[in-house]
């Protein structure tokens, strides 16, 4: 069965700190991980992650996918009260396209 | 281009009663997918619809359906409602293929169950 793990669950920094939050996988025919960011309703999506090495950056936010160790992590540099959300981080695979979610890790950024 | 649409946003309910939550997808997004949301299990999937079709189902008990419709709207249904149904569910469309933008989950805002 596909499965997400996430750590750590919550994590409570001050504005300026840097983050590192983790997922590891393990899915049949992986296609894909992707990591989003939900504050109060939807998931918003950040990153798609499909091959190992390539770091994917979006202002602070970066993340890059290890296929090798089953994982991906997602750094957050110089936080703001702005990044206190649940990161999920979810997986895909080729044959049935069914995106599989991690418990999320509840950030607060504290100012 | 509008983004995926649910309603009711929130919603109240009795035990036993049933409820039907609605779905609209981005535009020219064939598959539609269904997710519950509680604080202690995180989002769990429900079901995929693609092209009026369920290509697959979660572990949840057959009081929970859907359908989709040619237009590529989906609904879900929960026939006698439990206590433990109340959660935020989430519809999310996605299209497959090498496009840009393709093989990624955009969700809807949500809609809020609360059973009494």
């Known amino acids: 069965e596909d499965k997400v793990v996430q750590s750590p669950l919550s994590l409570v920094v001050h504005e300026g700190d840097t983050v590192t939050l983790n997922c590891s996988y393990e899915?049949?025919?992986?296609?894909?991980l992707l990591w989003y960011k939900q504050e109060k309703k939807a998931p918003t999506f950040l990153f798609m992650l499909t091959s190992s090495g390539i770091e994917k950056k979006s202002g602070r936010l970066s993340s890059i996918l290890d296929k090798k160790e089953l994982s991906s992590i997602l750094n957050i540099t110089a936080t703001q009260t702005g990044d206190s959300a649940i990161y999920l981080c979810a997986v895909v695979g080729h044959y049935g396209q069914n995106f599989v979610f991690g418990p999320g890790t509840r950030l607060s950024v504290l100012p | 281009k509008a983004g995926v649409t649910q309603t009711p946003r929130y919603l109240i309910k009795t035990r036993g009663q049933q409820v039907t939550l609605s779905c609209s997808p981005i535009?020219?997004?064939?598959?539609v997918s269904w997710y519950q949301q509680t604080p202690g299990q995180g989002l769990q999937f429900l079901f995929e619809y693609f092209s009026e079709t369920q290509r697959n189902k979660g572990n949840f008990p057959g009081r929970f359906s859907g359908r989709q419709f040619s237009n590529s709207r989906s609904e879900m249904n929960v026939s006698t409602l439990e206590l433990g149904d109340s959660a935020l569910y989430l519809c999310a469309s996605s299209s497959w293929g090498a496009r840009p933008g393709a093989n990624v989950l955009t969700f809807g805002a949500g809609s809020r169950l609360t059973v009494l």
């Open positions: 535009s020219g997004h064939r598959s």
């Open positions: 899915v049949t025919n992986f296609r894909s």
